[in-house]
């Protein structure tokens, strides 16, 4: 987060931008936490100037995604025919019009769901941009303001419980990520 904070230059505007920029580079890799972004608009602008910030930059991720999503996989839908395996996700493939809305504006307020996905589902869905613009950047304020709050109260706690609950949360990720190879393995 160090390096992220030394990127953004001293003039606003322009870290406004780079920082957008950044959430709009996370948005279309799909596979990368938008956290960081959020604690360095955060720590940078402070809580209200950052959560805003953040939530336009993800806004622009999620609609730039969406349109690259929809051309690459226009590119090659007869090649690849693999099922996704979620329910609301599959159900929004051929969603259109209203239930098409709820759903993005439902998947993206679930914090369990990654945006990636909801984006690529909706791409290669029958919903509109506008629509999915309208939903994407409504669903994702509840989830960034807590989110920003998170991160914004984490930040306010002495060094040694920031380590402590660092600490903590790789543990449980270990704890899972050994667990879910471990699960894998059995059903082979």
Same mark, same amino acid.
Not at 27 to 53: E, K
């Given at each position: ?15 406004? %931008?780079?920082? !957008?920029? =950044?959430?709009? #580079? ?6 990368? &936490? $938008?956290?960081?972004? /959020?604690? *360095? ?56 019009? %209203?239930?098409? !809305?709820? =759903?993005?504006? #439902? ?6 769901? &990654? $945006?990636?996905?909801? /984006?690529? *589902? ?67």
């Amino acid at each position: 987060m160090g390096l992220l904070l030394e990127l953004l230059p001293g003039n606003v505007f322009i870290a406004a %931008m780079v920082s !957008i920029l =950044l959430s709009i #580079i996370i948005a279309v890799a799909g596979l990368i &936490p $938008s956290t960081f972004i /959020t604690a *360095a608009n955060i720590i940078f602008f402070g809580f209200q100037t950052g959560l805003v910030i953040s939530i336009i930059g993800e806004a622009a991720g999620a609609i730039i995604s969406f349109l690259l999503y929809r051309i690459g996989f226009k590119a090659i839908e007869k090649r690849v025919s693999k099922p996704i395996n979620n329910r609301f996700l599959e159900r929004l493939k051929s969603a259109k019009g %209203m239930e098409a !809305i709820i =759903l993005v504006l #439902i998947l993206r307020i679930l914090p369990f769901v &990654p $945006s990636g996905l909801v /984006t690529l *589902a909706a791409s290669i869905s029958k919903m509109n941009i506008i629509h999915f613009a309208f939903a994407s950047t409504l669903g994702k304020i509840p989830a960034l303001f807590i989110e920003a709050y998170s991160v914004f109260q984490f930040l306010t706690w002495k060094f040694q419980y920031q380590i402590g609950a660092t600490i903590f949360a790789l543990a449980v990720l270990t704890i899972y990520i050994i667990w879910s190879r471990r699960k894998d393995n059995e059903s082979l």
